[in-house]
């Protein structure tokens, strides 16, 4: 995966589809990990799936004005290897802060890896 530093200042970035595969940019925090947030116990990897989404993203948190380093990951690897990385039950928050545009993959059966899909009852 290419990790690339991207300044947000209103010019285009984040998903596109090469090769057919879809690919989504992940910021990531300050130790190079993806950026997450947890909410009501579940821990949601922020995705963003163009350049105006991340920026209204930015611009809700106040950050519209930093640099941004971002990881390149197709969705389905967020799915499929990144969320059973991650301790406790998680997801993929593509385009938070986007309103209506926004979509939620929660770690349910059919959406992540059986293996960590969380059971109705909240538990793995």
């Known amino acids: 995966m290419r990790s690339s530093r991207v300044w947000l200042a209103g010019s285009s970035l984040c998903c596109w589809v090469s090769s057919?595969?879809?690919?989504?940019?992940?910021?990531?925090?300050?130790?190079?990990?993806?950026?997450?947030?947890?909410?009501?116990?579940?821990?949601w990897i922020c995705a963003f799936s163009d350049e105006d989404a991340l920026a209204?993203?930015?611009?809700?948190?106040?950050?519209?004005g930093r640099e941004w380093t971002c990881q390149r990951v197709p969705g389905?690897?967020?799915?499929?290897?990144?969320?059973?990385?991650?301790?406790?039950p998680a997801g993929v928050a593509l385009d938070a802060g986007s309103g209506?545009?926004?979509?939620?993959?929660?770690?349910?059966?059919?959406?992540?890896?059986?293996?960590?899909?969380?059971?109705p009852g909240g538990t793995r």
Not at 100 to 119: C, K
């Open 56 to 64: 209204r993203f930015a611009r809700a948190r106040g950050d519209a």
């Open 20 to 43: 057919g595969v879809r690919r989504c940019r992940v910021p990531l925090d300050a130790n190079g990990d993806g950026w997450s947030a947890n909410q009501n116990g579940v821990r």
């Open 100 to 119: 209506d545009g926004g979509m939620l993959f929660p770690p349910v059966a059919g959406i992540v890896p059986d293996s960590v899909a969380v059971d």
């Open 76 to 88: 389905a690897r967020l799915l499929d290897v990144m969320v059973p990385l991650l301790p406790g």
